[in-house]
T-cell receptor, first 113, second 118 residues
């Protein structure tokens, strides 16, 4: 059973508009969440994270929102740029898990010029 | 430059052969991890190691083996017992999270090795 779900396999957005990538989780023990960006045939690169004590974290064009009651988080990219086109993975970590991450299946974002 | 290196980038092996994938890091991280990625799938944890000479099975350890003789190195052996070894393999490391301090540290990934079984 998937503990971290990214229900949209793909998303297409126009350059300059907002991209919203969604992630749902089922394990209430998760207390740390991360977003990674991945290009084909490369390793994922860390984008942004959020602890469960917060509901928002911002870093430049990237903002992550966490709704603990809904077990939902989202990544907003504003404005979207063609270089943002990649696969985005949501990951979560639980207390006592020694830092191990559970990944979603990813969402492929395409930003069109 | 600090980082994680994986070699080779592409690897081909014949069915029935064991093969070892290299992972080296110079970030002074205690924890290291191996994942595999299949098309349309997320990253699944194979093995992880929190400290030298210690490692734990992840979710899909069957058919794989690892060693952690040095802090910098965490090689993964794909054995002939692994029924579907063709995949993209990723190594990662993070600051140690032992001792009850779970730490909010992200994992840093290497560039990956694409293994194809012929």
């Amino acid at each position: 059973d998937q503990q971290v779900k990214q229900n949209s396999p793909s998303l297409s957005v126009q350059e300059g508009r907002i991209s919203i990538l969604n992630c749902d989780y089922t394990n209430s023990m998760f207390d740390y969440f991360l977003w990674y960006k991945k290009y084909p045939a490369e390793g994922p690169t860390f984008l942004i994270s959020i602890s469960s004590i917060k509901d928002k974290n911002e870093d430049g064009r990237f903002t992550v929102f966490l709704n603990k009651s809904a077990k939902h988080l989202s990544l907003h990219i504003v404005p979207s740029q063609p270089g943002d086109s990649a696969v985005y993975f949501c990951a979560a970590s639980a207390r006592g898990s020694q830092g191990n991450l559970i990944f979603g299946k990813g969402t492929k974002l395409s930003v069109k010029p | 430059d600090g980082g994680i290196t994986q070699s080779p980038k592409y690897l081909f092996r014949k069915e029935g052969q064991n093969v070892t994938l290299s992972c080296e890091q110079n970030l002074n991280h205690d924890a290291m991890y191996w994942y595999r990625q299949d098309p349309g799938q997320g990253l699944r944890l194979i093995y992880y190691s929190q400290i030298v000479n210690d490692f734990q099975k992840g979710d899909i350890a069957e058919g794989y083996s690892v060693s952690r003789e040095k802090k910098e190195s965490f090689p993964l052996t794909v054995t002939s017992a692994q029924k579907n070894p063709t995949a993209f393999y990723l190594c990662a490391s993070s600051i140690d999270t032992r001792g009850g301090t779970r730490g909010l540290n992200e994992q840093f990934f290497g560039p990956g090795t694409r293994l194809t079984v012929l």
